[in-house]
Each structure stands twice: as structure tokens, then as C-alpha cells.
């Protein structure tokens, strides 16, 4: 890989997009750079009395079309220069399907896993001490991302009602229904990405029973690996962060979460569900109709794409494909479904649990899932007819499709932001 950064390489996106569409260089100048980020150390108490301290950031990227949102990352290798460039893809992917938002991104650098559940609830509440300054339903609105989840979104909005004295649901979502979280948010990350494949499966060349392989069995994985198997597709191989299996008859979705969920590994389940062991690399070029990346950014770069075999990406993690192998697979003629428009289910039905929370009334899954149906296919419907009519890339598509939006909001807010960002 080159010595560009990541932001380096998010930013050739925006480029490209602005090369197509006669905008003002003063909006490319102002998406270029992050508009404020933070960061601080949290110093928590041990379960065995020591202290310790970790890093932690929150970016608010640009919030022209609204308040800034995006998830909290707890990750090992999580760095200033990740959060910047999830916060970007945040600001495109809210702008991509017009929810009326900012984009934002935050993070703790730490292995979850390593602390025990008093550790992690202390280690979330001082994330928010830190931040309960940066944060607000109006101002910046978090949500889980890779290793948290509704429980840690939990603990975090109790700790800002605390400092607030207020209840207010509508600073975070992904939270807990009890406290406030909406029906259908823990699959909608997943469920936007399969209502996009199933609206374009023609135009996609996929037929009704198409085979699959997923690399990350985490929420957007495994909930991914549900809703296909229960249309009648077929999972043929699926990785987590310790293997990969590989079972050309289809594996047992339900058995293989069921593994997950008590804490085991995919690789410790091959032998069980009748399927072979095989390399984190050999799980992207296995004979499969349609590719999930749904675990890290970079995943597949120009070294590993020339192997895939799928007529379809689909990205429901957020900047897998590094943008040399884009045009690796560009070349093959493989489709990619980019991430700022095929995982934004997410953030789709985040939206709503915020507007519930505001309305103080809630709605029913078919609600849910009937909004995030007609968002995803209007929005994906858009995308792929620009792909067409300006013969690009789905990617360029959903960045000229986003990057139109930004333009006229920034334009619309006069000189002055330029000058208080
Ligand atoms: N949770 C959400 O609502 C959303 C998540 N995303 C993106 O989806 C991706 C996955 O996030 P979640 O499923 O929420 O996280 P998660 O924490 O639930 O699961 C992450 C999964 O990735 C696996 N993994 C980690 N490193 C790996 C590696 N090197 N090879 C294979 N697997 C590996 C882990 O073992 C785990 O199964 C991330 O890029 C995230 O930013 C995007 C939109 C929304
Ligand atoms: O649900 C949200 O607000 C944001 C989810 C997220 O972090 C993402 O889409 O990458």
C-alpha cells in the first residue's frame, strides 16, 4: 500500500465526484478537512485497583445538512486519522440518503474483550464524561459501530441524563428498546444492504438463490447471513477476526450465530457444520455470486482483489476496498454496492429512533421496515441510474449523488460557515 493515509485516500473520492459536477471549489476546500475533532484520555479504575488509561476521540466532520452523527468504535487499532475518515464517510452516507444529518465518528482505543463488564460499563461512562460536552440531540448524535452495541449505548445515555438531569433519549442512538432504542435497529445495518441486492438483482445479474460469503461475523455480518438465508440464497463461507470456513453446500446460518453468540469462533465450528477450514484470503476468492466484506476498513487492496470470483461487493463494512482495488475490480467487471449507500441502513434507522425520540412515539417494525424499504430503494434507485447515465462506478455514483446534496447546502448557508468552521 502507499504511504497515503487513509483520509488521503477517502479524499480521491470526493475529488472524483467533484470533477464531475460543476460545484464550487470552495465546497470541495470545505469537505476536505474535518471540521472540529477531539481527543482526551480516559483514565477508569480497574477491577483490581489499578488505573488505566486510554486513548479516545470524537470527530464532528462537517455538520452543514444537520448535527453530526456516527458510531463510537472500541477497537485495539483504532487511530485519530480512522475516526476522521469514518467521520467523512458519515457526512456522504448521511447525504446519500437525505437523512438530515452531519456526519461525525468517534472511538476508544482499547480491546473490549480484554475488560470485564464493570471495566467496559466505567470505561463507556467516561467516554461520555468526556464528550458530554461535544455531544446532544442537536449537536451530535452517536450510535454503536465495531464492538459496542446496544448495552454500551445503554449505559452511555443513562451517564449524559445523569449529567444533564434530563432525559434525554435522542442524544444516542442504537440504544436498548427499554431505554428508548427502536424496533429494527440491531438488523438495519444488514437489512438496508439485502433491500438494495434484492431491488437491483436484475440489473445485478443475481438470481434468486445466489451463493454468498461474508468476511466479519459481527451484527452487519451475521444479521446479513439471516435475512439472504431466509430468502432462500446460500451462505457458503464466513470469516471472523480468528478464521474462515468454507462449505460449497451452504453452512447453517442459525447454527453457526448460535456458536458466536456463546463466544465461540467460526473456525471451531467447521468440523460441526460439515465445513473446511480455510485462510482470511482464500475466504475472498472462494466460488461465490455475491461478496460481503462486514469487518474492517482496507481489507481488499490491490495484493488480494485480482482473486475474487464474485460478480458482486457488497459493502456493508465501511471502506473495505482500497481505491487501487477498486479499478482491480472495475476491470473484472465486479460491481461494488459502496458502503455510504449499502450499509446505511444503519444510520437509516438510527434516524428513526432519533425522530421517535423527538415525537415521543413509536412505531411498529412493519413501519420500520417499510420506511427503510422506500429509502433504500429510492436512494439506490438514484445511484444506480447515475452509474448508468454518466457511465461510472456505483461508488462514483453515490459520492456525485451525496456530494450534489452537500454542495447545495453549503451553498445555501452563505460565505459565513466557511469562515466559523
Ligand atoms: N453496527 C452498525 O450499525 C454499522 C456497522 N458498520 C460497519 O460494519 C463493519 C462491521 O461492524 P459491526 O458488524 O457492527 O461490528 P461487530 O463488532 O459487531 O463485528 C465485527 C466483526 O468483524 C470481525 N473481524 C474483525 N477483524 C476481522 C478480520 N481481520 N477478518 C475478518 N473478520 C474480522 C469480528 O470478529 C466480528 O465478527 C464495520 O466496518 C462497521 O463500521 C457500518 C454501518 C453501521
Ligand atoms: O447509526 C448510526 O448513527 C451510525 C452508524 C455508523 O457508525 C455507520 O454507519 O458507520
Known sequence: ????????????????????????????????????????????????????????????????????????????????????????WMTFKCAVMNLPYGGGKGAIRVDPHGLSKSELERLSRAYVQ????????????????????????????????????????????????????????????????????????????????????????????????????ADGNSVVAVSDSAGAIYRPGGLDVEKLIAGKNAGRRVADMASELGAKVITADELLSVEADLLVPAALED????????????????????????????????????????????????????????????QGYYWDLEEIHARLLKIVEREGRAVWTIAKDRNVSARSAAYIHALGRLATAIEAHGTQPFFAG
Open 1 to 88: 500500500m502507499s504511504d497515503d493515509t487513509l483520509l488521503d485516500r477517502a479524499l480521491i473520492r470526493l475529488e472524483e465526484a467533484a470533477n464531475h459536477l460543476q460545484i464550487d471549489p470552495d465546497v470541495t476546500e470545505k469537505l476536505k478537512y474535518p471540521r472540529e475533532t477531539t481527543k482526551t484520555r480516559l483514565l477508569i479504575r480497574m477491577d483490581d485497583g489499578s488505573r488505566k488509561s486510554f486513548l479516545a476521540w470524537r470527530c464532528r466532520y462537517d455538520d452543514t445538512r444537520g448535527p453530526t452523527k456516527g458510531g463510537i468504535r472500541f477497537h485495539p487499532d483504532s487511530t485519530i486519522e480512522e475516526v476522521e475518515t469514518l467521520a467523512f
Open 130 to 229: 468526556a464528550f458530554a460536552n461535544i455531544i446532544g440531540p442537536d449537536r451530535d448524535i452517536p450510535a454503536p459501530d465495531v464492538y459496542t452495541n446496544a448495552m454500551i449505548m445503554g449505559w452511555m445515555s443513562d451517564e449524559y441524563n445523569q449529567i444533564t438531569g434530563q432525559v434525554s433519549p435522542a442524544v444516542i442512538t442504537g440504544k436498548p428498546i427499554a431505554l428508548g432504542g427502536s424496533l429494527g435497529r440491531n438488523d438495519a445495518t444488514a437489512r438496508g444492504g439485502f433491500y438494495l441486492v434484492r431491488h437491483l438483482a436484475t440489473e445485478l445479474g443475481l438470481d434468486k438463490d445466489h451463493t454468498v460469503a461474508i468476511q466479519g461475523f459481527g451484527n452487519a455480518g451475521q444479521f446479513y447471513a439471516r435475512l439472504t438465508a
Open 299 to 358: 481489507m481488499i487492496t490491490k495484493d488480494n482483489a485480482g482473486t475474487i470470483k464474485a460478480k458482486v461487493l457488497l459493502e456493508l463494512a465501511n471502506g473495505p476496498v482500497t481505491p487501487d482495488a477498486d479499478k482491480v475490480l472495475e476491470g473484472k467487471g465486479i460491481v461494488v454496492l459502496p458502503d455510504i449507500l449499502a450499509n446505511a441502513g444503519g444510520v437509516t434507522v438510527s434516524y428513526f429512533e432519533w425522530v421517535q425520540n423527538r
